[in-house]
């Protein structure tokens, strides 16, 4: 991680980057600005603004292209920060709001004090290829059930319904039921429904052969409820144990803890964050379901959530599902980091000794 305290000699060069056109503004050292302009988003535009210009701070949002433009920066020589998107709502919440004008406000809040960048660090190469695989099977999945959806509610307003069944049988179970007239509609839709089916199950054996590189997925998989997708999507989201320097903070880099609006004596209870990355979030949460349901073995996590829900309404229980998630990051991260085996009453076993 780079040292935000650090002060960068120089100019300071904010980049507003676009799926087509990105802006930049270069400040010098008194905070003028000497040059602005706007480069087309590709390598060769990208590669001669960053070789034009003096050694530089260069700032800019975190997006769809800024892990390869962030690269190409620091292969430049240039001290490279990417800007949490979400901590600088403020910057670009105003009425004169440009690109041009974006691209300077990045090099001034770059300049004055990169601490207020939230700066984040982007993954590896081979994580982020690893992960498009999960995230292509997540992409297969939603389809797949907006396409069921769409067959059962054709089918119900017939005055019929079909029968319950599990999404990877749904193509099998359901061709039979489905009246004569609307055959005509529905029949390609239920075989394409089947062929999702067969990718879906495809993408799952490319993380299954994927996960065997990675010793640690399975040592969390020892967990009851984190199955080979959950602890696939953990591995390669985080990448990497030491970016925490304490387990507990990993909670927090999942959005799983709680808004504060603190004024004086108002200090109301919020909802969670949901920073951080949406689709291992989900996947944490479907854990604790699990670990909370009628399946879930006895544990300390399972222990932890019934003591948070006793007492306590339907949204009592929903709080206790997260709590048990945040916990659940937080247990994942520290047997990963210290490579203990997972002990389901290691919290009990203490008190006891």
């Not at 270069?26 to 480069?39: R, T």
């Not at 299954?208 to 020892?222: D, F, K, N, S, V």
């Not at 880099?253 to 951080?276: M, N």
């Not at 544990?299 to 599902?321: I, N, P």
């Given at each position: 991680?780079?040292?935000?305290?650090?002060?960068?000699?120089?100019?300071?060069?904010?980049?507003?980057?676009?799926?087509?056109?990105?802006?930049?503004?270069?400040?010098?050292?008194?905070?003028?600005?000497?040059?602005?302009?706007?480069?087309?988003?590709?390598?060769?535009?990208?590669?001669?603004?960053?070789?034009?210009?003096?050694?530089?701070?260069?700032?800019?949002?975190?997006?769809?292209?800024?892990?390869?433009?962030?690269?190409?920066?620091?292969?430049?020589?240039?001290?490279?920060?990417?800007?949490?998107?979400?901590?600088?709502?403020?910057?670009?919440?105003?009425?004169?709001?440009?690109?041009?004008?974006?691209?300077?406000?990045?090099?001034?809040?770059?300049?004055?004090?990169?601490?207020?960048?939230?700066?984040?660090?982007?993954?590896?190469?081979?994580?982020?290829?690893?992960?498009?695989?999960?995230?292509?099977?997540?992409?297969?999945?939603?389809?797949?059930?907006?396409?069921?959806?769409?067959?059962?509610?054709?089918?119900?307003?017939?005055?019929?319904?079909?029968?319950?069944?599990?999404?990877?049988?749904?193509?099998?179970?359901?061709?039979?039921?489905?009246?004569?007239?609307?055959?005509?509609?529905?029949?390609?839709?239920?075989?394409?429904?089947?062929?999702?089916?067969?990718?879906i199950a495809g993408y799952e054996s490319q993380?299954?052969?994927?996960?065997?590189?990675?010793?640690?997925?399975?040592?969390?998989?020892?967990?009851k409820g984190v199955g080979l997708l959950s602890?696939?999507?953990?591995?390669?989201?985080?990448?990497?144990?030491?970016?925490?320097?304490?387990?507990?903070?990993?909670?927090?880099?999942?959005?799983?803890?709680?808004?504060?609006?603190?004024?004086?004596?108002?200090?109301?209870?919020?909802?969670?964050?949901?920073?951080?990355?949406?689709?291992?979030?989900?996947?944490?949460?479907?854990?604790?379901?699990?670990?909370?349901?009628?399946?879930?073995?006895?544990?300390?996590?399972?222990?932890?959530?019934?003591?948070?829900?006793?007492?306590?309404?339907?949204?009592?229980?929903?709080?206790?599902?997260?709590?048990?998630?945040?916990?659940?990051?937080?247990?994942?991260?520290?047997?990963?980091?210290?490579?203990?085996?997972?002990?389901?009453?290691?919290?009990?076993?203490?008190?006891?000794?």
């Open positions: 991680m780079k040292d935000c305290n650090a002060k960068s000699e120089g100019f300071v060069l904010g980049l507003d980057l676009g799926d087509r056109k990105s802006h930049y503004a270069l400040l010098d050292e008194q905070g003028k600005v000497v040059e602005q302009g706007a480069v087309r988003t590709n390598r060769q535009w990208i590669r001669s603004l960053f070789s034009n210009i003096p050694n530089s701070r260069v700032v800019m949002e975190v997006g769809t292209h800024s892990r390869w433009v962030s690269q190409m920066s620091e292969q430049q020589g240039h001290e490279t920060f990417v800007a949490n998107a979400r901590r600088l709502r403020w910057i670009f919440e105003n009425d004169q709001k440009t690109d041009r004008m974006d691209a300077e406000w990045l090099g001034r809040v770059g300049r004055f004090d990169a601490n207020l960048l939230h700066p984040i660090q982007h993954r590896s190469q081979q994580a982020q290829a690893d992960l498009a695989i999960l995230r292509s099977r997540e992409a297969l999945v939603k389809a797949r059930t907006q396409l069921i959806n769409h067959v059962r509610g054709q089918v119900k307003a017939w005055g019929k319904r079909l029968p319950k069944c599990a999404a990877k049988s749904f193509h099998r179970r359901v061709l039979g039921e489905i009246p004569d007239q609307l055959r005509p509609a529905l029949e390609t839709t239920v075989e394409m429904i089947g062929q999702l089916t067969s990718e993380i299954a052969q994927r996960a065997e590189e990675y010793p640690e997925i399975e040592q969390l998989r020892a967990i602890s696939s999507a953990f591995v390669w989201t985080l990448e990497d144990p030491g970016r925490f320097s304490r387990s507990r903070q990993v909670g927090a880099y999942l959005g799983l803890i709680p808004k504060r609006d603190q004024s004086g004596q108002r200090d109301p209870r919020l909802g969670i964050t949901k920073a951080g990355d949406e689709a291992l979030r989900r996947l944490l949460v479907q854990s604790a379901h699990y670990i909370l349901g009628p399946f879930g073995e006895d544990c300390d996590l399972r222990r932890f959530g019934e003591r948070r829900m006793e007492g306590e309404a339907e949204k009592g229980k929903k709080r206790a599902v997260v709590a048990v998630a945040r916990k659940l990051s937080v247990l994942m991260h520290h047997l990963w980091k210290t490579g203990e085996a997972y002990d389901p009453f290691y919290q009990e076993n203490r008190k006891a000794a």
